[in-house]
């Protein structure tokens, strides 16, 4: 079975620059995750998808990022303009349902904004 | 509100020794409790999770973690690690609901020879 795949896996862009990631879920998995991994740091969710529904994006600055999951399969997310501190690594993860199904995690996105 | 502390950044230790990387976790209600594993250039991996139950639960490589509701730890132990086990170790709690993950800052587990 084919994990969740994520591209680009590194970016480099200068601040106030926009820039997109994409995430393709394990095929079934009706959730999608998105999270923020700075350095030294946790993940931390920046929204979920139930289908191409968004459930929860209350940690998302939305005056900057966007999301979307349209035909609820493949999902972007999107800064502009990027800030310095949006240096991170973004992860895509995904689950069949809510609950308590385990997440499945892609590689990461490490972006860096100079 | 949840949080989680992991109150190790690096634990340092020789192969064949043993491990305990430790976690606590706030929270007014009830919740479930996760570890993943990170290594090298790879995503998160699930290593196991405590829903409902025994409270003591296992791996398949040999790790441990143990519920203890009255000091709110699920502390993460192995009797005798791989130079393979070194990774970061991710504690996480979750509401269940809509499966929100809350995660520690992590624990670098580096295991020499």
């Known amino acids: 079975e084919a994990g969740v795949a994520q591209s680009p896996r590194y970016k480099i862009i200068e601040k106030r620059q926009s820039v997109a990631f994409w995430c393709n879920p394990i095929s079934g998995h009706a959730t999608l995750y998105w999270y923020q991994q700075i350095l030294g740091q946790g993940p931390k969710l920046l929204i979920q998808?139930?289908?191409?529904?968004?459930?929860?994006d209350s940690q998302l600055p939305k005056d900057r990022f966007s999301a979307e999951r349209l035909k609820g399969v493949d999902s972007t997310l999107k800064i502009q303009p990027a800030k310095l501190e949006d240096s991170a690594v973004y992860l895509c993860?995904?689950?069949?349902?809510?609950?308590?199904?385990?997440?499945?995690f892609g590689p990461g996105t490490r972006l860096t904004v100079l | 509100a949840q949080s989680v502390t992991q109150l190790d950044s690096q634990v340092p230790v020789f192969e064949e020794a043993p491990v305990e990387l430790r976690c606590n976790y706030s929270?007014?209600?009830?919740?479930?409790l996760f570890w993943y594993v990170q290594y090298p250039n790879q995503g998160l991996q699930l290593l196991l999770k405590y829903l409902s139950g025994s409270t003591l639960v296992e791996s398949i490589n040999g790790f441990e973690a143990e519920f203890n509701k009255s000091q709110t730890s699920f502390h993460l132990r192995k009797p005798s690690v791989h130079i393979s086990d070194t990774a970061e170790y991710f504690c996480?709690?979750?509401?269940?609901?809509?499966?929100?993950?809350?995660f520690g800052a992590g624990t670098r587990l580096a295991v020499h020879p």
């Open positions: 929270s007014s209600v009830s919740v479930y």
């Open positions: 998808f139930q289908n191409n529904g968004v459930v929860d």
């Open positions: 996480a709690v979750s509401l269940g609901g809509y499966n929100k993950l809350i």
């Open positions: 993860a995904s689950s069949l349902g809510q609950g308590t199904d385990t997440q499945y």
